[in-house]
């Protein structure tokens, strides 16, 4: 299909208007990146076998080939110590050049204290303790709105100069079953400042927010959800719908379109589209409804020029295409070639590693980074697209700029590949036990992990012991 989808790069002016005012620093976003996974990984292909389901159920039907899991050695507090202790290494920057950290997760150890505060230990050497931020929480969507948190900080007139970092962790475990194989574990961590390679485009952020009971965790002694698999597609495919539609709107807005049908925005306005990944069949098929988004909204006379091949869905309404193979396939069919350029290069993280919850948007944000020759990134606008069950979605966009922290940032995420590679393989026998360990032990006080150190990458914390009265201890691998 090439670029036969209508629209161009749109140019944004809103920055450029603001600009002249001076009411904000200039091109906010993330300066940094820093992943995090666990050491350990089962891999998909065995976990068939051992679940005694058809070959490729999990590798092709999910699109998933590895996961990575924790082992009770390992909390959402230990992951989220290790992605800022190797953030702040990595970008070398000092702790005391922080001036916000918000941590965004699912992952609830305490229903008190926030797991931002267990990671001001890490500022104690350093003397500072005047670091605003705290917890977020809603499904997969917390890392996304601690990010905007954060951004808003930077722009505003409590900003003081100092950076600001953010964390998306989570660790996703499911009960034994059909959603086990899209469990998965990781944090990312990032450095929010002015002048930033990765600019979010000021006003360029639509939100859809709901009521829906597709995936909660009304058990608090559990790790596991309750899940309504059906109605969570449903609820991620409409916040998608409402979530495009907007950005759109705002985008032809913000540019001064006349509203003619060259001037239509869509998906040739962006050269990457990355979306919150479950699990990567989801993710193509969610990149075909964007494209059968732009098809409802060209004109009838232009379908069979822009469009061949798929005149017969003309007139056909979003809300009653959730559950339509023929419409799925369809568009899956026609927008396969756009897709692979588009949006698979953001996918390396959650085939290899899984769903990371709030991390999952911005693991695909780090594989699409890794992906290409840095002067091929230099100038590309990146659409992110944020779901959380609940539900909470957003989409923004991301602008790369050229210059040396893009190559410092580009070439910072060159051990993401290695990171992957030396990860030990488990035998889904030996998983399926670490489950029903952390399972029996999610809660317990006193308790001593006895999860096996050698799964632990270099530099990770990891939990050494909970005392009688909760209270959590850690220590660095060497």
């Known amino acids: ?16 208007n603001f600009k002249k005012m001076g009411s904000w620093p200039e091109d906010v976003g993330i300066l940094h990146l820093h992943l995090v996974v666990p ?73 008190s204290k926030s797991v931002k505060s267990v990671l001001m230990q890490l500022f104690e050497e350093c003397g500072n303790y005047d670091v605003e931020g705290i917890d977020t929480t809603n499904a997969c969507f917390g890392g996304t709105s601690a990010l905007m948190n954060a951004v808003a900080w930077v722009e505003s007139s409590a900003w003081d100069g100092r950076l600001a970092v953010v964390i998306a962790g989570d660790i996703a475990v499911y009960a034994e079953g059909s959603a086990r194989p899209t469990g998965g574990a990781g944090a ?31 058990n608090l002694d559990s790790e596991y959800p309750v899940v309504d698999g059906k109605l969570s597609i449903q609820c991620y495919l409409k916040a998608l ?32 589209m990355v979306f919150h990944s479950p699990y990567c069949k989801l993710v193509e098929k969610s990149f075909a409804r964007l494209v059968l988004n732009d098809f409802t909204n060209t004109p009838k006379e232009l379908i069979p020029e822009v469009y061949p091949g798929l005149e017969r869905f003309v007139g056909v309404k979003l809300e009653e295409t959730y559950f339509d193979r023929d419409v ?32 999952s948007l911005y693991g695909g944000l780090v594989s699409y980074l890794c992906s290409k ?86 530099g990770y914390w990891y939990l050494t012991e909970v005392d009688q009265n909760h209270k959590r201890f850690y220590k660095r691998m060497q």
């Open 1 to 16: 299909m090439g670029d036969s989808l209508r629209g161009e790069h749109f140019t944004y002016r809103s920055s450029q």
């Open 39 to 111: 050491g350990a990984y089962v891999d998909q292909n065995d976990l068939e076998t051992f679940h005694g389901v058809s070959a490729g159920k999990y590798t092709i039907g999910l699109g998933q080939s590895k996961m990575g899991f924790c082992s009770d050695r390992e909390d959402i507090n230990s992951i989220c110590m290790t992605a800022l202790s190797q953030l702040v290494q990595k970008s070398g920057i000092s702790y005391s050049d922080i001036g916000r950290l918000e941590v965004g997760t699912e992952t609830i150890l305490d229903k």
């Open 188 to 218: 990312i961590a990032m450095l929010v400042g002015p002048n930033a390679p990765l600019v979010i485009e000021r006003g360029l952020r639509a939100t859809f927010m709901a009521h829906a009971y597709d995936f909660y965790k009304p």
């Open 241 to 272: 719908d409402k979530c495009y539609q907007g950005y759109c709107q705002k985008a032809r807005k913000l540019s001064g379109l006349t509203g003619e049908s060259n001037d239509a925005v869509g998906l040739n306005s962006f050269d990457g």
């Open 328 to 359: 799925e396939k369809g568009f899956m069919a026609y927008s396969k070639e756009l897709y692979k350029k588009k949006t698979y290069p953001s996918l390396l993280l959650s085939n290899q590693v899984g769903n990371m919850y709030t991390a």
């Open 373 to 458: 020759p840095v002067q091929d990134l230099v100038g590309q606008r990146v659409g992110l697209f944020s779901y959380g069950s609940g539900l909470a979605s957003s989409m923004f966009s991301i602008k790369i700029v050229e210059g040396q922290k893009l190559l410092d940032l580009v070439s910072n995420l060159k051990y993401v590949h290695t990171m992957l590679n030396i990860r030990k393989k488990v035998d889904p026998i030996e998983f399926s036990k670490t489950m029903e360990i952390r399972e029996e032990n999610h809660s317990k006080a006193p308790y001593v992990p006895i999860g096996p150190l050698e799964w632990l990458l270099p």
